[in-house]
Every structure is written in C-alpha cells, then in structure tokens.
C-alpha cells in the first residue's frame, strides 16, 4: 500500500521561509514533486526531483526562491521555500511517479501553506 505523508505546512509571514516534507512508503519511485492549488485556481506545477539522479526542475514562479532534495534512504523528499509571498499561498500536494508510470499517479493529502502579514 502507497503511503505518502507530508508535513511542515503553516502561517508565516511575507519574506519567511518554511520547509515541506514528504516521506514515502510502498512504492518504487522514478520522480517525486509538490504542486499546489492556490485558492479558487487549478493545481499548479511547483518542483520535482528525479529518484535516482536528483535532477530537479521548478516552475519559473519559485525558481530561485523554492529548492528541492530528495534523500533515498530515508524515503524522503523535502521543498525548501524561501522569501515567500502571499501568491505562494496554496494547498501544496506531494505527487509520486512510479517507476514505469508516464504521469504522476500517487498524490498526497495536501498540507496548506499560508503567507499572510
């Protein structure tokens, strides 16, 4: 059974940082990422990280600010993010791609994440 877990949402203020984790169980993993679905808009595409090589890839939004990083052996995937503003405000969700998936096909609960002075 896929089991994802994320944690270290909040409510910070303008230029904080806060840092998302993600641990996963029961599933070979190929890439890990978080989208996120800011209020009244579609899911969005934030990061995601390679299982196996650590080539990592993050929308034009929160390049520069956002960093991901993954460690192996203890299944964990984390999402630094840095000088956030209120338009990073979102339900952020972890999303697996199996190994031999062509998309992303296990998703996590979400975890809200608020930017707010």
């Known amino acids: 059974q896929v089991q994802i877990a994320e944690s270290g949402g909040g409510l910070v203020r303008p230029g904080d940082s806060l840092e998302l984790s993600c641990v996963v169980s029961?599933?070979?993993?190929?890439?890990i990422g978080w989208f996120r679905r800011p209020p009244g808009q579609d899911r969005e595409f934030v990061c995601d990280?390679?299982?196996?090589?650590?080539?990592?890839y993050c929308s034009d939004s929160v390049k520069g600010r956002f960093d991901i990083s993954r460690d192996a052996a203890k299944s964990t995937m984390r999402l630094e993010m840095n000088a956030l503003n209120p338009e990073d405000t979102a339900v952020y969700y972890c999303?697996?791609?199996?190994?031999?998936?062509?998309?992303?096909?296990?998703w996590g609960q979400g975890i809200q994440v608020t930017v707010s002075s």
């Open positions: 999303a697996v791609q199996e190994l031999g998936a062509t998309r992303y096909n296990h």
């Open positions: 029961g599933v070979s993993i190929y890439n």
């Open positions: 990280i390679t299982w196996n090589y650590g080539r990592t």
